[in-house]
């Protein structure tokens, strides 16, 4: 007594931190999704300010560099009117330098690259800019950016234009000049970062209130699935007695009446039974689902042969598996002893090799398999049931043990299928402390694997 109470209070503990984790999973995949919607709202929000800040910056600059190079022209061709005796000579280019102060450097070069006059901010960085604009022939509207270096931690950025120098459409030579944008690169770096550092915190302040709209959200979510839990265990066991009384009274209609009625009247008496039958099994199904979800399976643990029951119930099933011209195959060894439920692991078996036949077409071989594996120090049992039937396609494998899920619903509804056998297999592989899982591919047929530890949660035997 006290054991069936412990193992009630253990299996209910269980269950509730099975929907702890269900709903767990469930509000952190809310939480990222309005997390990462908060997210990319804040870096689109963040990329359009920089972007926009740049452009609207680096347009200004370079204006304002070519409104400089089109006024060092317009000086440089004045001189030349006022000078036009020994122009490469006379002309004062400090006037040039003096009339635009925010110019880094100026420099104006004949069309072989000799250098005619010039000025710049820093002395001593006159050969490093000249190789800057080396060869350059500048056009219009362009505009260069270079970066030069003073030292091993401090460089200069500079934004270059330049203007050619005509006499009579004779390229007679250049003029450049330069503006230090080192200021506003240097704002772009600050922005940058405080974008990244606000982009952080956001994105905390996202993930708050993501969890926080994620738990709200969830409330509904856990209140409807508790009653929808309520609501298949209260009708599941509600319907079983009226169903079950039902197909008794047919059963008595049919030998008390047997003679007395139609052929048509006994047909109707024969589909109605195969009605009440597939009824009762799906209320059944419903009714081991809704248990396995409030207090979890009942397990009787005992220690059987796995083999053994695994014939038995080979045995039973090959009128069905002949109906269809389907060979049964047991690979398995003489003797294989477990610790655990044996009525539901015939149960579980019972399903995979009831599903595998259904799928399996007519000249077609199913095969179970059993045998010892060690995982982890972990002695446990590989069950396995391999049929060549139609297969599983990829996108249906993720929810093949979902319940209710039938990918071919219209050879379900052939065969009576109800979309729970697998639910209903997974459940008692974990309620063995267990796991199944399939591998298929179209057309090649399906392979379902069970692992289940051989000493169950409690090893009364030792080692098993």
Partial sequence: MISDITKRVRNLIRNKLKQHDMFKRTQNRLTIL????????LLFFSVIVYSVFYMIITNEQNQEVQTLADQDLAIYQNLLKHDSNDRDQTIDFQKVFQANEDQFFCYVVTSDGRLVAGNELISGLRGVLLNKVHGWIPVSGEVRYETVKLTHERKLNLLMAGRAIYDHDRLIGMIYTAKDITFYRHIFEMLLIVLIVLSLFFLIVASIVGYFMSRKAMIPIVKSYTR?????????????????????????IEAEEQDKISSFSRKVLFDMKDELKRMKKLVNDLLILARSDSEGLDLLNETFDVVSTAEKLIRSIQPLANSGQIQLHLAAPEKLIMYGDQERIRQLLFILLDNAIKYTPAGGEVTV????????????????????????????????FDRFFRGDKDRSRQTGGTGLGLSIAKSIAEAHQGSIEVSSTEGSGSTFTVWIPLGGRKDKEGDI
């Fill in 34 to 41: 309005y997390g990462s919607m908060l997210i990319i709202f």
């Fill in 228 to 252: 929808q839990q309520e609501f298949v265990a209260d009708a599941s066991h509600e319907l079983r007695t009226p169903l079950s009384v039902l197909y008794s009274s047919l059963e008595v």
């Fill in 369 to 400: 398999s059993l045998h010892r594996v060690t995982k982890q120090k972990k002695k446990l049992l590989c069950l396995s049931v391999k049929d060549t039937g139609i297969g599983i396609p990829l996108e249906q494998q993720k929810r093949i």
